[in-house]
């Protein structure tokens, strides 16, 4: 088995920073994509930003230029650095990978973390 586990939430004043982690442990051959997704309260949940197994990101229109997603394969880990925090930031953070657990491609599975509470506010 697979388990993500996020950490970095937390309580943060407009305009202020938060560094979120995920790390992924268990049965790993190797890590394909990571994303985060956040969800806030009464809304459905959303892409935040993506990054593949070589390096390449992609980010929501909205947050390019303030978060920045990154990866440390020797780790099994994945980042998300959150700049310029808004209120509107405010949700539940989740990590969501693709993993080959034994190097063969059909066995490769999709796994969720249990998300960390970013809230940010005055």
């Known amino acids: 088995q697979v388990q993500l586990v996020e950490s970095g939430g937390g309580l943060v004043q407009p305009g202020g920073s938060l560094r979120l982690s995920c790390a992924a442990s268990?049965?790993?051959?190797?890590?394909?994509?990571m994303f985060w997704y956040r969800q806030a309260p009464g809304k459905q949940r959303e892409l935040v930003a993506a990054i593949t197994a070589g390096g390449s990101t992609n980010y929501a229109d909205s947050r390019k230029g303030r978060f920045t997603i990154s990866r440390d394969n020797a780790k099994n880990t994945v980042y998300l650095q959150m700049n310029s925090l808004k209120p509107e930031d405010t949700a539940v953070y989740y990590c969501?990978?693709?993993?080959?657990?034994?190097?063969?491609?059909?066995?490769?599975?999709?796994?969720w973390g249990k998300g960390t509470l970013v809230t940010v506010s005055s």
């Open positions: 268990g049965s790993i051959f190797s890590i394909i994509t």
């Open positions: 969501n990978a693709g993993v080959a657990t034994t190097g063969a491609w059909w066995e490769d599975m999709d796994y």
